[in-house]
Nanobody, 125 residues
Framework: QVQLVESGGGLVQAGGSLRLSCAAS????????MAWFRQAPGKERELVSG????????YYEDSVKGRFTISRDNPKNTMYLQMTSLKPEDTAVYYC??????????????????WGQGTQVTVSS
């Protein structure tokens, strides 16, 4: 098993930047593909970005392409989401997730067996 803890959320003005971190503990971090999901109030949780176990392949949801960058540092057991040019519509709770399917970058929630508790991102206009 792997335990996941997100950090780095907060309140930022539109156009600003934040970097989210997801720290993993437990089983070897490189055994998992990772992803960031988000859930806005009244909406379903959606996939934002995914990354393979090695970091060699990534996926971005259309609305964040060119603004968000996913990365991982396997020796540090940490995944990141660098968010720039933030918009009010990016406001949501952001969750990191891990999947034992090491090569996936885009998959439904059920493919990810491990989840963090979430971190709130609020973008003011």
């Amino acid at each position: 098993q792997v335990q996941l803890v997100e950090s780095g959320g907060g309140l930022v003005q539109a156009g600003g930047s934040l970097r989210l971190s997801c720290a993993a503990s437990g089983r070897t971090f490189s055994s998992y593909a990772m992803a960031w999901f988000r859930q806005a109030p009244g909406k379903e949780r959606e996939l934002v970005s995914g990354i393979t176990w090695s970091g060699g392949n990534t996926y971005y949801e259309d609305s964040v392409k060119g603004r968000f960058t996913i990365s991982r540092d396997n020796p540090k057991n940490t995944m990141y989401l660098q968010m720039t040019s933030l918009k009010p519509e990016d406001t949501a709770v952001y969750y990191c997730a891990a999947s034992s399917s090491k090569l996936i970058v885009r998959a439904p929630m059920r493919a990810y067996g491990y989840w963090g508790q979430g971190t709130q991102v609020t973008v003011s206009s």
